[in-house]
């Protein structure tokens, strides 16, 4: 992996060129919580396909993820700070303008980056995270207590249980996501998310109690529709063909 720095910290990043024909269509994608790149993105076939379809592919691990540095301080981890990571990134690499697609967290990060930076935006695919972009300010506040628990068995709840072994199964440090997770809670108002101009997909599994149902959000936006993945939970949705599907089909029905 490459590696450059973001206000100071050091994040890491693979930068995939297009197998076929290049549209000239770069793409970002942005991780979830105790994720990293290649879990998301990689081992999904995300990259795969994207790059398949003619896009330049960037994927990086958010701070305190992956191979990127870890951070202990909350104050490290709002979502502004995180979404300055993911334009820093473009600059860098000398993209001017990018599609953004983001899971969960990563979703929530695209969100405050199209809304602090629009002119870094074409397009907006936010997965995995509907109306509690709103109403609700992120990903349970208990995952604090399960990624601080002594070990996964201790836990009874199981949205705790599910992220703890998640984040065991990713080699991630449990400390860094904690402190994460402290800080990266922070709900957009309706009058911001009605801000956000750039052409929106927004994709939740019919099945996800974590996200928050889509329509609604897509309803406050100007430029936004909703597309809900059959059968699919939180977990599941990340590598579902319809979700690539209707991605795909929305990314490719963007006007430059």
């Not at 910290?9 to 060129?17: E, G, I, N, Q």
């Not at 990340?238 to 929305?250: P, S």
Request: charged share 20%; proline share 5%.
């Amino acid at each position: 992996m490459q590696e450059f720095f973001s206000d100071g910290v050091r994040l890491a990043f693979l930068d995939f060129a297009p197998t076929g024909a290049d549209r000239g269509e770069p793409i970002l994608l942005i991780h979830g919580f105790a994720s990293n790149h290649g879990v998301n993105w990689v081992f999904p076939q995300w990259v795969k396909t994207l790059t398949q379809a003619g896009r330049r592919t960037i994927v990086f691990d958010n701070r305190g993820h992956g191979r990127s540095e870890k951070l202990y301080d909350p104050a490290l981890y709002t979502p502004w700070i995180m979404a300055r990571d993911a334009v820093s990134l473009l600059d860098h690499l000398g993209i001017a303008r990018a599609d953004v697609m983001g899971y969960s967290m990563g979703a929530r990060i695209a969100a405050h980056m199209a809304l602090a930076s629009p002119d870094k935006v074409r397009g907006l695919v936010l997965a995995g995270l509907g109306f509690h972009l709103v109403d609700g300010e992120g990903l349970p506040a208990g995952l604090v207590d399960a990624m601080e628990a002594p070990s996964q068995e201790v836990l009874t709840d199981p949205t705790q249980r599910m992220f703890r072994a998640f984040a065991e199964a990713t080699r991630s440090d449990l400390r860094a996501l904690a402190a994460c997770m402290r800080g990266s809670r922070h709900a957009m108002s309706e009058a911001e998310v009605a801000t956000i101009s750039a052409p929106t997909l927004i994709c939740v599994g019919s099945e996800d109690h974590i996200a928050g149902a889509p329509e609604p959000l897509a309803r406050l936006m100007p430029n936004a529709r909703a597309l809900v993945i059959p059968g699919r939970d939180h977990n599941r949705a990340v590598g579902d063909k319809v979700f690539k599907e209707g991605a795909l089909a929305f990314l490719n029905d963007l006007r430059t």
